[in-house]
């Protein structure tokens, strides 16, 4: 049995390597790794007892030829591999590489083979875009409004799109969530993208360790008796549970806890956007723990373990929490990736998409008295809410899908209507009931697109601009998308007729229509 795993250097990748080199039927891993990848070496003296077991292939899966040279003679391929925020904001090419190009060089080297692997692909929550209160929970299915200049999720999405679409026999999509790993701290006192977590967003938290058990238990389950259709040729969500459905406020409130302070000690709340995060409540969250019991850590679990192996954050307790606040947090307001940055430098594009524009940014109290927040019962507007009521899943408000989720029997009127309700419609004219029958759409706009039914109503992939090119144009679609209105209106008002775009240098623009 031979397994080849893509970003095994990456923060789940070592999580899932720690699981499956105990999977005794594997004889055998292939690892690509980037030639300046300098983790590897410590990863291969950690696991020096398996080095027979180890093929390291150097190379990049922008380069065809080597995805083609590590997915020979495998039996499963696991992509973990992605250029994720912050890395894909500060290096956007790089994003496209992998997340993008990247993907369909796998997936274009796996159909060629005569002997195909079994896919798995790990994708991201961040397909669905932004949530609020008015609608937390959401589940595979739900539309993917990928937030305006997040080059990570359009990178993502489309590459998703890709494996959804290819002619791979036995591939599933697996929609991480927000990880909790050994570095984040580390990694958010380095770049200004803690400030892009909205305080009332809806974020539900899996370990890095829980989400390699999950990797290991899918191939142990496989290899012992093939999955078939109720795993292959599926999409999930990979969600923490029930106890790791927080918002944002929650977890800069745990992480401060460490050194003895709050968020409001450390925070204003004009420092974080008011909108365009991405992250939501998986009401489906419980599909895959039941298929591979996997979900162990809560949240406080996590914080318990960072505080355990790292101390030094105690010290943080005697410390005067001003010098805190001047030295680790405003200082990045000078990274180009911050909130404040966009504002002092006029960056009205990201100020718009962000928080409605500068004129509102300026509007956000200072003070957290007149701030209203989830945690405290109180919506964006001021209205009282139960927030341990809005946590519970039974209580969950899903959007109107215009059909059936759960059934797999669909007739050709069905299709059809679901179509107008993008504002587009099918153009063929007959469908087999396959779920994976190639069937021609149109969209509101004429663009014509070739995509399965599971693709478009079980996954949620309805063709628009961001599929070929980085522009974000969800307010104007979104005035006859009924589908779309359902979760882009909960946070951008109906007057508002933004383009978001990227120029070929990535620098952000918006047309104001």
């Known amino acids: 049995m031979v397994v080849a795993v893509t970003g095994i250097t990456g923060n789940m990748g ?47 899966l922008k380069d065809k030829e080597t995805c083609e040279k590590l997915v020979e003679g495998c039996d499963y391929v696991v992509n973990l591999a992605a250029v994720i925020p912050p890395h894909s904001d500060k290096f956007p090419q790089k994003a496209i590489d992998c997340n993008e190009i990247g993907v369909k060089n796998l997936v274009k080297s796996i159909e060629e083979l005569q002997k195909q692997p079994k896919y798995i692909h790990i994708s991201t929550v961040a397909l669905y875009g932004n949530r609020n209160y008015k609608h937390p929970w959401g589940r595979v299915g739900d539309p993917l409004l990928v937030s305006p200049f997040d080059i990570y999720s359009a990178t993502k999405l489309r590459g998703e799109f890709a494996v959804l679409e290819s002619d791979i026999k036995n591939w599933a999509v697996i929609r991480q969530t927000a990880m909790l790993h050994n570095n984040m701290l580390a990694d958010n006192l380095n770049d200004g993208l803690m400030f892009h977590t909205c305080f009332n967003a809806p974020l ?40 790791n459905c927080i918002t944002g406020y929650d977890t800069l409130n745990d992480g401060f806890k460490l050194i003895g302070g709050s968020t409001k000690d450390f925070f204003k709340p004009f420092y974080n956007a008011a909108r365009n995060f991405h992250g939501m409540w998986f009401y489906d969250g419980k599909v895959l723990d039941d298929m591979f019991h996997y979900q162990s850590q809560t949240t406080e679990d996590y914080w318990k373990e960072i505080l355990k192996n790292h101390s030094y954050y105690k010290m943080g307790r005697i410390v005067p929490k001003g010098i805190i606040s001047t030295f680790a947090i405003k200082r990045l ?8 940055f966009w504002f002092d430098h006029n960056d009205e594009a990201k100020m718009l998409a962000y928080f409605g524009g500068s004129e509102k940014y300026k509007n956000i109290s200072p003070n957290w008295e007149e701030f209203n927040l989830l945690v405290e019962n109180k919506t964006d507007s001021g209205e009282e809410i139960d ?19 759960d059934t797999d029997k669909y007739t050709l009127k069905d299709l059809q209507n679901y179509a107008t ?14 779920l994976y029958e190639k069937l021609e759409w149109e969209t509101q706009d004429g663009e014509k697109f ?17 599929y070929f090119k980085n522009v974000w144009d969800f307010d104007r679609l979104s005035k006859k998308d009924k589908i779309y209105q359902e979760i882009w209106l909960d946070s951008h008002d109906e007057s508002e007729n933004n383009m978001y775009y990227y120029d070929d240098n990535f620098k952000a623009h918006v047309i104001k229509k």
Not at 207 to 215: F, K, N
Not at 333 to 340: E, G, I, L, V
Not at 421 to 434: A, T
């Open 14 to 60: 070592q999580a899932t390597l720690e699981q499956i080199v105990k999977i005794k039927e594997i004889d055998k891993f292939k690892f690509l790794v980037l030639p300046d990848d300098k983790r590897i070496k410590k990863l291969l003296k950690k696991y020096k007892s398996y080095k027979n077991k180890f093929e390291i292939i150097y190379g990049n």
């Open 450 to 466: 070739i995509a399965s039914p599971f693709t478009v109503l079980k996954a949620g992939h309805w063709y628009n601009p961001i």
């Open 421 to 434: 309700m993008h504002g587009g419609k099918l153009i063929s004219k007959n469908y087999s009931g396959d």
């Open 204 to 243: 539900e938290w899996a370990t890095a360790h829980d989400s390699g058990v999950l990797i290991a238990n899918i191939l142990k389950s496989d290899i012992e008796k093939d999955l078939g259709n109720k795993f292959w040729k599926k999409v999930f969500n990979l969600g923490g549970g029930a106890e």
């Open 387 to 405: 927030y341990q009521k809005l946590r519970k899943v039974e209580n969950a408000k899903l959007i109107n899908y215009y059909c059936d989720l």
């Open 333 to 340: 307001f000078k990274d180009d990736n911050s909130t404040r």
